[in-house]
C-alpha cells in the first residue's frame, strides 16, 4: 500500500493506493500554508482506509518542478514519515503526473505528444514534453510561454490554460494529483526518482548577504 502526496503547487493532494485500485483521496486549498494543510490531509487519508502508517509499503512525494516552500514541506514530511514509520520512501516528477492524467482522460487527442505546462510565477512556465505513451523526451525545464508556442502541441496544466492564446489546444487537468502520481508509480509510467527538490531556479526570497544594523544614522552605539 503506497502513500502518495504532492505539494508542487497550491493546491495539496494525498492519496493511498493499493496497487490496484485508489483507496483514499484528499485534496486541500495550501495558498501559503502547505505545512498546515499537508498533515491533516495524510492523517485523514489513512482514517479513511484504517491504516497506520508503519502498516505502508512506502511513501511517494512529488518533487516538482515546483514553488520552493511547497516543495519543501512536501519532502521534508516525506522524509521524516518514512524515518518515523520504517518506510521506504521516493519521489516522482510532478509533471509527470500530470501526463499520465492526461493521456488516461483524453487518450485520443495526444498522436504526436504532449507538453505539460504549468505556472512558475514570474511571467514563467515549467514544462515538459511526453510522447503519445506518456514517455518524457524533455524537461522539466523552466522557460517563458512564448519559447514553448512554437512547438504546437496540445498542452495540459495551469501554464497552458492561463495562456490560451499561445496554447491554443490547451486541455484539463491543470495541477498534479497524488493518485494518479500514485498509480503510475506502481504501473511503471512514472520513473522513481530520489526524494530531492526539482527547483530549477532561485526561490523568491533570498537569503540576506550581511548583517544589518538595527541602529540609525547618527546614534551612539
Known amino acids: 500500500m503506497l502513500l502518495a502526496w504532492d505539494t508542487s503547487t497550491d493546491v495539496v493532494t494525498v492519496a493511498v493506493h493499493d496497487g490496484?485500485?485508489?483507496?483514499?483521496?484528499?485534496t486541500?486549498?495550501?495558498v501559503r500554508r502547505h505545512a498546515e494543510v499537508l498533515t491533516p490531509l495524510i492523517a485523514a487519508a489513512l482514517a479513511d482506509v484504517g491504516v497506520r502508517g508503519s502498516d505502508l509499503q512506502g511513501i511517494a512525494v512529488g518533487v516538482g518542478p515546483g514553488a520552493y516552500t511547497g516543495l519543501r514541506v512536501g519532502l521534508v514530511t516525506a522524509q521524516t514519515l518514512a524515518t518515523a514509520w520504517a518506510v521506504p520512501a521516493q519521489g516522482a516528477c510532478s509533471l509527470d503526473a500530470l501526463a499520465v492524467q492526461a493521456l488516461h482522460e483524453h487518450p485520443s487527442r495526444f498522436g504526436d505528444g504532449l507538453l505539460v505546462v504549468v505556472d512558475a510565477r514570474r511571467g514563467h512556465v515549467f514544462w515538459a514534453r511526453y510522447t503519445?505513451?506518456?514517455?518524457?523526451?524533455?524537461?522539466?525545464?523552466?522557460?517563458?510561454?512564448?519559447?514553448?508556442?512554437?512547438?504546437?502541441?496540445?498542452a495540459v496544466g495551469s501554464g497552458a490554460l492561463a495562456h490560451g492564446e499561445l496554447f491554443t489546444q490547451a486541455l484539463e487537468p491543470s495541477?498534479?494529483?497524488?493518485?494518479?502520481l500514485s498509480s503510475g508509480l506502481l504501473d511503471g509510467r512514472i520513473t522513481p526518482l530520489p526524494v530531492a527538490p526539482l527547483y530549477l531556479r532561485q526561490p523568491d526570497v533570498t537569503r540576506s548577504t550581511g548583517a544589518k544594523s538595527v541602529l540609525q544614522p547618527g546614534r551612539r552605539r
Not at 490496484?20 to 484528499?26: G, I, N, V
Not at 495541477?175 to 494518479?180: C, L, N, S, V
Open 132 to 154: 503519445a505513451e506518456g514517455r518524457r523526451v524533455s524537461g522539466p525545464a523552466v522557460d517563458v510561454p512564448t519559447a514553448l508556442a512554437a512547438r504546437r502541441l496540445p
Open 20 to 26: 490496484s485500485q485508489l483507496l483514499a483521496h484528499r
Open 175 to 180: 495541477t498534479p494529483d497524488a493518485g494518479w
Open 28 to 30: 486541500g486549498d495550501a
